[in-house]
């Protein structure tokens, strides 16, 4: 079935640090791709989304790029800030409609 | 901006208790979500609904049901509460946009089953 992937956290960085987070998934077809952030406290908000091969999708300095040869959408951000801190979620929505969510990556920003 | 609300922020409830949580957006998506998300599971779909007085079950749907008697509303309910449902309860809206709909999330209920 459909499914996705990402890094296992907790991920610690100082600020201004490089930011990766790692996406893969598994579908058929062409889903369309997302991430959204949780801080916390609060529910689940979109930061960004990508609906075909080679769209880049961007955010609050975020980036994820949907690149269907290597099934994946890593986020990037070149510099972090403490208020990046929080959970943020890899999904996709496949072509019956459904979302998948990762299991989140939990990040934490330290001055 | 859309808008999604939940009733509670934070419940406890004892064992064997009826338990219904309540959310509300008020943007006439025709899409409603439950979801629990417990730590390193990730979040899981329990039931969903495509329109008024409709439901579908999703990965996880045992021991809940739901209601959704207007468009606007979608209520989980924990027919007999177990303390393996203590959990945060996500309710999420979309519309139906040809399959590229953004889902947008409440803040959550953070439920306790003691």
């Known amino acids: 079935g459909d499914s996705v992937t990402q890094m296992e956290g907790p991920v610690t960085l100082s600020e201004e640090a490089f930011l990766t987070i790692n996406c893969t998934y598994t579908a058929t077809g062409y889903p369309s791709l997302f991430w959204y952030v949780q801080y916390p406290g609060e529910g689940l908000q979109l930061l960004l989304k990508?609906?075909?091969?080679?769209d880049k999708g961007s955010n609050k300095g975020f980036e994820a790029t949907y690149r269907k040869e290597t099934t994946s959408f890593h986020l990037e951000k070149g510099s972090v800030q403490v208020s990046d801190s929080a959970v943020y979620f890899c999904a996709l929505l496949n072509t019956g409609n459904q979302f998948y969510f990762g299991t989140g990556t939990s990040l934490t920003v330290i001055p | 901006d859309v808008k999604v609300t939940q009733s509670s922020r934070y419940l406890v409830k004892r064992t064997g208790e009826k338990v219904f949580l309540e959310c509300v957006q008020d943007?006439?998506?025709?899409?409603m979500f439950w979801y629990r998300q417990d730590p390193g599971l990730g979040l899981r779909l329990i039931y969903f609904s495509y329109d008024v007085k409709m439901k579908e079950k999703g990965d996880i749907p045992e021991g809940y049901s739901v209601s959704r008697e207007k468009k606007e509303r979608f209520s989980l309910i924990l027919e007999s509460a177990s303390t393996n449902q203590t959990s945060m309860y996500l309710c999420?809206?979309?519309?139906?946009?040809?399959?590229?709909?953004?889902?947008?999330f409440g803040p959550g209920t953070r439920l306790l089953v003691l």
């Open positions: 943007m006439d998506h025709e899409n």
């Open positions: 990508a609906t075909k091969a080679d």
């Open positions: 999420a809206s979309s519309f139906w946009t040809g399959g590229q709909e953004t889902q947008y």
